[in-house]
């Protein structure tokens, strides 16, 4: 069984319990294909590799058409090695369906690039609560101060200032599968996971959850 799959976020809704409880959960599509097979007679360790997303074969450069049609799978956007047990199972060419993974009840941890905001100013980008807004303050938005003028005459790194916002790794963990639709290879997780719509996002095992 492999670790962990790749999937596109379509977006959220909201589901019912047994008992009548709403639960807010994410649609994750997650079906995949074997592209590869890592062996360590071949490559020094035991993986294989998996993609999602299909593309016109008019989009990929030679060499990579021969590693799709070597392996007997459409052309594909995204790929990723993953690592697991009982590996010769997995036979290039061959699909994983979401269930294969996963099923409800189970836990994961899901990891996607969070939305870009563009450049941010400090009172946004790090919760600051800003200065007096009477009296003519003039400091109700500014960063305040960032250093000393004699020692260490420098900027620190690492000094919590404007700039880009958003645009990277995010990992959300312990979030659960409440609903698995095996025939649109969908799943539905409970809470939001990181990334605008149609985002690429990876579902793994929970890594908490495993050790526990």
């Known amino acids: 069984m492999i670790e962990g799959i790749l999937g596109k976020k379509i977006g959220m809704t909201h589901i019912y319990s047994e008992a009548g409880e709403q639960i807010s959960v994410t649609l994750v599509k997650a079906g995949n294909f074997v592209v ?10 035991e993986a294989i590799q998996i993609g999602i997303n299909e593309k016109k074969e008019s ?15 459409p052309c594909l956007y995204n790929l990723m090695e993953v690592k697991g047990d009982n590996l010769d199972e997995y ?19 899901v990891v996607g ?22 009296h003519g303050s ?14 260490p005459s420098r900027v620190y790194k690492g000094m919590r200032m404007a ?5 990277r790794n995010v990992t ?4 659960r599968v409440v609903g698995v639709r095996a025939e649109e290879n969908v799943l539905l997780i409970s809470g939001a996971v990181p990334g605008a719509i149609n985002g690429l996002v990876v579902i793994k095992k929970a890594l908490k959850k495993v050790k526990k």
């Open 59 to 73: 989009r990929v450069n030679k060499p990579m058409k021969g590693h799709f049609k070597k392996a007997g799978t």
């Open 91 to 109: 036979k290039p060419g061959a699909a994983i369906n979401c269930n294969d993974v996963f099923k409800v009840g189970d836990w994961v941890d």
């Open 113 to 134: 690039e969070s939305k870009g905001k563009g450049f941010m100013g400090s009172m946004r980008r790090h919760h600051f609560s800003g200065g007096a807004e009477s």
């Open 36 to 45: 590869q097979k890592k062996t360590k007679q071949n490559d020094g360790y």
């Open 163 to 167: 700039g880009h916002m958003g645009a």
């Open 138 to 151: 003039m400091h109700n938005r500014a960063p305040g101060s960032i250093g000393s003028s004699s020692d």
């Open 172 to 175: 959300v963990q312990n979030l």
